[in-house]
């Protein structure tokens, strides 16, 4: 899920982040959903599928469609949470913002880091769903267990 960080003029690593992370799930395995106030599509040219801009709102294409067997790679947007937040169902988010390089608005702010770590608490008291790896080392590891995770709750 990209973030807006291009149209808000934030040097950062996100591409690099992403492209790093593509070479682990593998780039067909992923779909990237463009942040609607970006207006260039960065990914196109890596052959990477893109979801085309759109009116429609991602809480709407939630109620569509089940997203409880994907996993969301996102820097730091909630919008990744929404599943879980509104619906109630159950997702894997993996916040690559332990990893991010770029000054936002959001992560300057003193009270981010409490406010994401009390969210990250609350979404994972009856399952874990929020990842914040540090590594992409760790990525793997998080990919691993969810994979293992996603079976088992396949077989109940």
Not at 17 to 22: D, G, P, Q, V
Not at 41 to 56: A, L, P, Q
């Amino acid at each position: 899920m990209e973030e807006a960080f291009l149209d808000d003029k934030v040097p950062s690593n996100d591409l690099e982040l992403f492209l790093e992370t593509a070479k682990i799930v593998g780039k067909e395995n992923i779909v990237v959903k463009l942040h609607p106030r970006n207006k260039e599509n960065r990914f196109e040219k890596y052959g990477i599928h893109t979801m085309k801009h759109t009116s429609v709102p991602w809480e709407l294409f939630l109620m569509e469609h089940d997203i409880t067997q994907k996993v969301l790679f996102t820097v730091s947007s909630n919008v990744s949470l929404t599943s879980k937040l509104i619906f109630g169902k159950n997702m894997n988010a993996i916040m690559l913002y332990p990893m991010f390089i770029g000054k936002t608005w959001l992560m300057s702010n003193p009270n981010f880091k409490e406010y994401h770590e009390k969210a990250v608490k609350k979404f994972n008291e009856d399952r874990k769903n929020i990842y914040c790896p540090h590594s992409f080392e760790e990525i793997r590891e998080i990919l691993k267990y969810i994979g293992g995770l996603q079976r088992i709750e396949q077989t109940r």
